[in-house]
């Protein structure tokens, strides 16, 4: 079930990554799930800080940690750096931290384009969370079924949601220049 305290959660976590990664962080974001109202999510908050320079960015692992921070480096991904909070008592992840390099347009772009998309139509938040819904109790926690059950859909939807984003940011600087 959607929960608005995830926003409080987001910027109260927020805060902490500003304190850590200071003038090195350009932006950040908060994305997935919990952070389109009104669908059912884990209770996981996905932040994307957007960095100056990514390569600097492994400097401030010793700082993430002691944030409590597990720091993973790429974890898959080149050219970003992911990080895990877990709640120290019910041992519950609670935090993802995706970083990404100001000029790794393409992934933020994917990100921030899903969130706004879904956002802007929540017919398809709609669509997405059933289809969720139904993954789960047809998968009981097998993680990658879920996953890969959820793949088509968020594909063709990250598909749609660039072309809307990039239209709209088009039709935004347009506006701008008038």
Not at 85 to 102: P, S
Not at 129 to 148: A, F, R, S
């Amino acid at each position: 079930k959607y929960n608005p305290y995830w926003v409080n959660l987001f910027a109260k976590e927020s805060n902490n990554i500003k304190r850590i990664l200071g003038d090195e962080l350009h932006s950040i974001h908060h994305i997935g799930s919990t952070s389109i109202p009104h669908i059912s999510a884990k209770p996981i908050i996905d932040i994307m800080p957007i960095v100056n320079n990514i390569d600097n960015v492994d400097k401030y692992n010793l700082a993430f940690d002691e944030f409590d921070y597990d720091v993973h480096g790429e974890y898959g991904i080149v050219n970003r750096r992911y990080f895990t909070k877990f709640d120290k008592e019910t041992n519950k992840k609670l935090y993802h931290v995706h970083i990404y390099d100001r000029k790794n347009d393409k992934n933020i772009i994917r990100h921030l384009a899903f969130r706004d998309y879904l956002i802007e139509f929540p017919e398809v938040a709609k669509e997405y969370e059933d289809l969720k819904m139904t993954l789960i109790n047809k998968y009981c926690g097998d993680k990658e079924k879920y996953v890969n059950g959820k793949n088509e859909f968020v594909k063709m939807t990250e598909k749609l949601a660039i072309n809307w984003y990039l239209q709209k940011k088009i039709t935004d600087y347009n506006s701008y220049q008038k």
